[in-house]
């Protein structure tokens, strides 16, 4: 079945610091993959996606970028702020996900420090 | 803003009771999805509807239940709750039944005290 593994957390980081969450998937068919972040006390929020191999998304200044040859999506961000503080989380959906539309890695709570 | 509503925010009940989740999804989206999210079991998905039926069943357990009704918002039923049905549940839609991008609501925290 379609999978979603995940670094483990916590990551504690300095602001400006480089960031990378790993995130490596497992899938039948073509899946496009997720990063989603869950601010504190707060929702899911869409960070960035991709939808196809080689593509990169990006946002507020993460990039991921899809990678096929080593079933990868990878989390990476130049500069950390305070602000980034989350809990992230990679997924991906397939045409042939089954019964499980949305798939999700187990989250990695990210904390930047001043 | 996601353009999901989830009502009510915060809701604490007594065990053995039964309460109801309302969804609204964004305007357009046919697919309703309900997920699950507690400290040791991280997000799971529940059940999912699509233009007013059932599509997708996940670890939903049969005390829970759910519809989506014609005009598209989707109602959680959760009933004889029990202490671990404390939980954040958050309900997504999209525009097609996979592949397309899921958004999701806020949420509603449920404490079953």
């Known amino acids: 079945g379609n999978s979603v593994t995940q670094m483990e957390g916590p990551v504690t980081l300095s602001e400006e610091a480089f960031l990378t969450i790993n995130c490596t998937y497992t899938?039948?068919?073509?899946?496009?993959l997720f990063w989603y972040v869950q601010y504190p006390g707060e929702g899911l929020q869409l960070l960035l996606k991709?939808?196809?191999?080689?593509d990169k998304g990006s946002n507020k200044g993460f990039e991921a970028t899809y990678r096929k040859e080593t079933t990868s999506f990878h989390l990476e961000k130049g500069s950390v702020q305070v602000s980034d503080s989350a809990v992230y989380f990679c997924a991906l959906t397939a045409v042939n996900s089954g019964n499980t539309p949305l798939v999700f890695g187990k989250g990695t709570r990210l904390s930047v420090i001043a | 803003d996601s353009g999901v509503t989830q009502t009510p925010k915060h809701l604490i009940t007594a065990t053995g009771q039964r309460v109801t989740l309302r969804c609204s999804p964004r305007?357009?989206?046919?697919?309703v999805y309900w997920y699950q999210q507690s400290l040791d079991q991280g997000l799971q998905f529940l059940i999912q509807y699509y233009n007013g039926e059932e599509r997708a069943k996940g670890n939903i357990l049969e005390r829970f239940s759910a519809q989506q009704f014609p005009d598209l918002h989707s109602e959680l039923n959760l009933s004889s709750l029990e202490l671990g049905d404390s939980a954040l549940y958050f309900c997504?839609?999209?525009?097609?039944?996979?592949?397309?991008?899921?958004?999701f609501g806020e949420g509603s925290w449920l404490t079953v005290v």
């Open positions: 899938a039948t068919g073509y899946p496009s």
């Open positions: 991709a939808t196809k191999a080689d």
């Open positions: 997504a839609s999209s525009k097609a039944t996979s592949g397309n991008t899921i958004y």
């Open positions: 305007s357009g989206d046919l697919s």
